[in-house]
């Protein structure tokens, strides 16, 4: 049974930071992909920021150089620094593993999620 378990979401101001952990349990380990990915209210779903089981990673246009994703398998943690951030960053944000191929292209590609953590800017 797998199981992604989001945790680090709340309120900041425009510029503030906050980090987004991701644990997860189960078959997922260290070979699998894993991703972030975000939902704004009338929005579809949108990748954000993914992390292949070699480390290669894939960010957003809107988030280079503002956000970081980072796993560490002895903890079986998945992270997500984010500066900087934008009222446009405002969004409920997900955790996403196991697709068949790592990216942020098809997000429903994704064979296991967590329940989301809110973030908003303001």
């Known amino acids: 049974h797998v199981q992604l378990v989001e945790s680090g979401g709340g309120s900041v101001q425009p510029g503030g930071a906050l980090r987004l952990s991701c644990a997860y349990s189960?078959?997922?380990?260290?070979?699998?992909?894993m991703g972030w990915f975000r939902q704004a209210p009338g929005k579809e779903r949108e990748g954000v920021a993914a992390?292949?089981?070699?480390?290669?990673?894939y960010y957003a246009d809107s988030v280079k150089g503002r956000f970081t994703i980072s796993r560490d398998n002895a903890k079986n943690t998945l992270y997500l620094q984010m500066n900087s951030l934008k009222p446009e960053d405002t969004a409920m944000y997900y955790c996403?593993?196991?697709?068949?191929?790592?990216?942020?292209?098809?997000?429903?590609?994704?064979?296991?999620w967590g329940q989301g953590t809110q973030v908003t800017v303001s």
């Open positions: 996403a593993a196991d697709p068949p191929a790592c990216g942020l292209n098809r997000p429903y590609d994704y064979a296991y």
């Open positions: 992390i292949s089981p070699g480390g290669s990673t």
């Open positions: 189960g078959v997922i380990s260290f070979i699998s992909c």
